[in-house]
Nanobody, 121 residues
Framework: VQLVESGGGVVQAGGSLRLSCTASGFTSVDYTIGWFRQVPGQTREPLVC????????YYSDSVNDRFSIARDNAKNMVYLQMNNLKLEDTAVYYC???????????????WGQGTQVTVSS
């Protein structure tokens, strides 16, 4: 089982980034996959996930009107489109899997190594 995040980088406030999560070693279509972020020294913050059927669920009011999630089951990919980025979005972003949509936010499944997003002023 492997989840690999990519697409992070440095972006100015107000800019956009698209993160990608590549799933391998399992049938990704059988899982809810989503994104969370973590700032060193702080707790993990679930952001948004997408179910096998494409249902989305947001867990953070700070991103639900700026970030969107999509998945391409044929490519085993999940994307996080981040728009109007703010300084406080700076964090390491991870994708994580869970079989049950309703349990995803607990982050008890596997996740990748993360990708750094830095928003500069």
């Amino acid at each position: 089982v492997q989840l690999v995040e990519s697409g992070g980088g440095v972006v100015q406030a107000g800019g956009s980034l698209r993160l990608s999560c590549t799933a391998s070693g399992f049938t990704s279509v059988d899982y809810t996959i989503g994104w969370f972020r973590q700032v060193p020294g702080q707790t993990r913050e679930p952001l948004v996930c997408i179910s096998r059927s494409g249902r989305t669920r947001y867990y953070s009011d700070s991103v639900n009107d700026r970030f969107s999630i999509a998945r391409d089951n044929a490519k085993n990919m999940v994307y996080l489109q981040m728009n109007n980025l703010k300084l406080e979005d700076t964090a390491v972003y991870y994708c994580a899997r869970e079989r049950d949509l309703n349990s995803w936010y607990r982050l008890l499944g596997e996740w990748g190594q993360g990708t750094q997003v830095t928003v500069s002023s």
